[in-house]
T-cell receptor, first 111, second 113 residues
Framework: DTGVSQDPRHKITKRGQNVTFRCDPI?????LYWYRQTLGQGPEFLTY????????KSRLLSDRFSAERPKGSFSTLEIQRTEQGDSAMYLC?????????FGSGTQLSVL | DQQVKQNSPSLSVQEGRISILNCDYT??????FLWYKKYPAEGPTFLIS?????DKNEDGRFTVFLNKSAKHLSLHIVPSQPGDSAVYFC????????????FGAGTILRVKS
């Protein structure tokens, strides 16, 4: 399977805990994106990387959020001190051009 | 601010008929538009796209129309099939900002057999 892979698929955590999600993009894609989607809304841009460089971060990405893409391959998104408002589907996408290819997402529930 | 709007939260169509999904945008700097389809518990899947220099793009049962003067695009599905039932997202790109896509809120399409 050469699609975008995200792990875990589901995460339930208690408020105040830290969580980390992983994304493995399609191998030949140099751009990687993180989006967040809540019920009834479209995906909202969080951040993107070109190779290992993080080129843009949304205002939605508070200082509790951090993303990395060491060596320009897989990426991680960490949320520190989770809040109930962080509950959402976190989507990763990779792209060689104007089309983004999404993974199945990580559904985060903060209790 | 919502730069990409899908004003119809849902649409119900009979199998075999045409489905028309609409999308409006406000930012004239958008240069590329895409439609994505999403099934429950899956990520969005690319469906069809159109450059701002064109007014129509067709791929099998799917056609996207772009009206730049009205800042409006639509997706036509003919004939509609029950497997088309999903959430459809309109998305727009503003280059040269790294292919970041701005998405609408989505339209739920139900195709009844």
């Amino acid at each position: 399977d050469t699609g975008v892979s995200q792990d875990p698929r589901h995460k339930i955590t208690k408020r105040g805990q830290n969580v980390t999600f992983r994304c493995d993009p399609i191998s030949e894609h140099n751009r990687l994106y993180w989006y967040r989607q809540t019920l009834g809304q479209g995906p909202e841009f969080l951040t993107y990387f070109q190779n290992e460089a993080q080129l843009e971060k949304s205002r939605l990405l508070s200082d509790r959020f951090s993303a990395e893409r060491p060596k320009g391959s897989f990426s991680t998104l960490e949320i520190q001190r989770t809040e109930q408002g962080d509950s959402a589907m976190y989507l990763c996408a990779s792209s060689p051009n104007e089309k983004l290819f999404f993974g199945s997402g990580t559904q985060l529930s903060v209790l | 601010d919502q730069q990409v709007k899908q004003n119809s939260p849902s649409l119900s169509v009979q199998e075999g008929r045409i489905s028309i999904l609409n999308c409006d945008y406000t930012n004239s700097m958008f240069d590329y538009f895409l439609w994505y389809k999403k099934y429950p518990a899956e990520g969005p899947t690319f469906l069809i796209s159109i450059s701002s220099i064109k007014d129509k793009n067709e791929d099998g049962r799917f056609t996207v129309f772009l009206n730049k003067s009205a800042k409006h695009l639509s997706l036509h599905i003919v004939p509609s099939q029950p497997g088309d039932s999903a959430v459809y997202f309109c998305a727009a790109r503003r280059n040269p900002y790294g292919n970041k896509l701005v998405f609408g809120a989505g339209t739920i399409l139900r195709v009844k057999s």
